[in-house]
């Protein structure tokens, strides 16, 4: 199992862009990248998900480069309610079992007015 | 569209009693999981189910912890007897393939506390 590395916590401003980095070093073929969001006294929401290159919602853009050792979650021009804990998965979302996708202790942001 | 249900929203108990949870997913979502969230901490799976299948309880203290998916929609997870450890969010998520490749859908929770 792919095992991830985000920082512990980041603070913004409103208004800033903010990017998550997520290393995961020994990513295997089949893995995908997915990212969750969390609020307090809230299950996680699903943010967004790629495989390589740039993936783009309505919410955030996610960056792999070429090696898919690591990921960026970019969130454009943030607010207070973007205040949340963002969480980093790797895994074969493929294989049809949820383990190959483990929750890290993700990243806690920030957002000051 | 309905989101993921699960109640009890909070639950206080003592040390060696019981208690279930229970959730009923997004319909039409084959796919359940039940998660245990401890303060500070991400979630980590305890269990998942394909329609009224296990796919995977490799991670569920199966000598105190039960899950069960009647008729491959709502679930319940029980706990007996609880231990002050299990003190936790739990969380029940669905998805609509096995894999999760659009990611799944969790719900709010249950919050228990063990004293």
């Known amino acids: 199992l792919a095992k991830t590395t985000q920082p512990i916590s980041m603070d913004s401003y409103e208004g800033q862009e903010v990017n998550i980095t997520c290393s995961h070093n020994?990513?295997?073929?089949?893995?995908?990248i997915t990212w969750y969001q969390q609020f307090p006294s809230q299950g996680p929401r699903f943010i967004i998900q790629?495989?390589?290159t740039k993936v783009t919602n309505e919410v955030a853009s996610l960056f792999i480069p070429a090696d898919r050792k690591s990921s960026t979650l970019s969130l454009p021009r943030v607010s207070l309610s973007d205040t949340a804990v963002y969480y980093c998965l790797v895994g074969d979302a493929t294989s049809g079992s949820a383990r190959q996708l483990t929750f890290g202790s993700g990243t806690q942001l920030t957002v000051l007015p | 569209e309905a989101g993921v249900a699960q109640s009890p929203r909070y639950k206080i108990i003592e040390k060696r009693q019981s208690v279930a949870f229970w959730c009923n997913p997004i319909?039409?979502?084959?796919?359940l999981y039940w998660y245990q969230q401890i303060l500070g901490q991400g979630p980590k799976l305890l269990i998942q189910?394909?329609?009224?299948?296990?796919?995977?309880d490799s991670q569920l203290p199966k000598d105190r912890f039960s899950a069960e998916r009647l008729k491959g929609v709502d679930s319940t997870l029980k706990i007996q007897p609880a231990k002050l450890e299990d003190s936790a969010v739990y969380l029940c998520a669905s998805s609509l393939d096995r894999g999760g490749n659009y990611g799944y859908t969790f719900g709010s929770g249950t919050r228990l506390t063990v004293v």
């Open positions: 790629g495989y390589k």
């Open positions: 020994n990513i295997a073929t089949n893995d995908y």
């Open positions: 319909s039409g979502h084959a796919t």
């Open positions: 189910f394909q329609n009224n299948g296990v796919v995977d």
